[in-house]
């Protein structure tokens, strides 16, 4: 992954921090891609940077927002998608409301404090509260990581730049099924949307910030 070459005004205050979709449908071996046979393992690769970020953020006191897909029971949410796109996302439960599915993994679990936001589109900002949350708090800076890099994370981050909130996507804690299309992600991102960082860059930053304070 390229290093920002300039990470810009990333401080604690009027930030937060944005995950997606880390839940055990997703990078849990027993969860519905590993039951489809599908490639969850490459996706379990964005947790390390995304436990980091979390207890970063936790440390320094920014603003935390864990968004989860969440289906309803019947499905009946699911549009085109369900319906005619991947009907197997239903056969296998991904992310059905009151399932284990659809639970974010432990070690990335809510506390007291932190926002959740369900949704049952890509975006996190679709038929969402993000946006008025957002505003609300006063954010500016959005730091995005979780999965996956080519479908939720880059509609998110799209979504939050043309919002015109500072968006930065840290692409060692994201994941993919496949890397070509976590790659081209991250440089389109990049292009036009997002600042693409490490987690390392996050956390230096959060790190002065609070030096500062």
């Known amino acids: 992954m390229p290093e920002a070459k ?5 401080g604690r205050v009027r930030t937060a921090l944005l995950i997606i979709d880390m839940q055990n449908s997703y990078i849990d071996e027993k969860g519905a891609l ?9 996706l379990r690769e964005a947790l390390p940077g995304c436990e980091r970020l979390l207890a970063g953020a936790r440390n320094a006191g920014v603003t935390v927002i864990h968004a989860k897909y969440v289906f309803q029971p019947d499905y009946s949410d699911g549009g085109v998608l369900i319906r005619e796109i991947r009907p197997a996302l239903k056969e296998f439960g991904l992310c059905q409301a009151g399932t284990w599915d659809a639970e974010i993994v432990p070690s990335l ?3 007291a404090g932190e926002k959740v936001v369900e ?14 949350f957002l505003r609300a708090e006063r954010i500016e800076n959005v730091v995005v990581c979780g999965v ?8 998110t981050v799209r979504d939050a730049s043309q919002r015109d909130f500072r968006t930065y996507v840290v692409g060692d804690a994201c994941g993919e099924m496949e890397q070509d299309r976590h790659d081209a992600a991250l440089v389109s991102m990049g292009f036009l949307f997002a600042r693409v ?3 390392n860059d996050v956390l230096d930053a959060w790190d002065v910030a609070l030096a500062n304070a």
Request: aromatic letters at 8%.
């Open 197 to 199: 960082v490490g987690v």
């Open 34 to 42: 590993g039951r489809m046979k599908r490639n969850w393992k490459s």
């Open 109 to 111: 679990a809510p506390i």
């Open 6 to 10: 300039n990470i810009g005004p990333l």
């Open 119 to 132: 949704k049952n589109r890509p975006s996190a900002f679709y038929s969402t509260q993000l946006e008025s």
């Open 148 to 155: 996956t890099t080519n479908m939720c994370v880059e509609s």
